[in-house]
């Protein structure tokens, strides 16, 4: 499933981490790259 980033952006932050699902590993109170997430997903920034 593609989640767009614009709908997420609040649930990436999160500890639980929906950045998993672009592969990236995720701990607790890990934030994730947003510019990674860009590079990643260029088409679905809001």
Do not use: V, W
């Not at 767009?4 to 952006?9: A, F, G, I, V």
């Not at 990436?12 to 950045?19: D, E, S, V």
């Not at 790259?33 to 997903?41: F, H, K, P």
């Amino acid at each position: 499933m593609r989640l767009r980033y614009d709908e997420h952006k609040d649930d990436l932050t999160q500890p639980l981490c929906i950045a998993s699902a672009y592969n990236i590993s995720c701990t607790p109170g890990f934030e994730p790259d947003y510019a990674g997430l860009q590079a990643l997903e260029p088409d679905n920034i809001g």
